[in-house]
């Protein structure tokens, strides 16, 4: 008798970015697929992503590594904003984050099902 609701997450701040640019996508969550998936299906262009574990505490070296990869390929760099926050305090120069909030589909059912 246990009822399922299935819940989508969305962009919330997609007006910050041009869809025609290409894209090196990065996150340290336990759903980096999920992620990805949601920037394809709102049509950035990614041509690299880079998976670290979640709640991963970058280094200075990951930075390099991240700035140089996207320089190379002439991406613009995005992450999550829960990555972006705890990479705030760090010399990481143009980072953008996508903010995406999870919306519960049949809402009104789940609302219901929990009062």
Partial sequence: NIQI???KYMPENLDEFNIEDNYLVFSG??????????MKEYGF???KDLEFADHY??????????????????CKIVTTE???LRLKNMNFNNLKLIKSKLNILEKEKFIESII
């Fill in 29 to 38: 969550i336990g759903s980096h697929k999920t992620f990805i998936s949601m």
């Fill in 45 to 47: 262009k990614i041509l």
């Fill in 57 to 74: 505490h970058y280094k200075d070296e990951d930075i390099k590594k991240i700035t140089n990869l996207a320089k190379d390929l002439n």
């Fill in 5 to 7: 609701y299935i819940g």
């Fill in 82 to 84: 829960k990555d972006f």
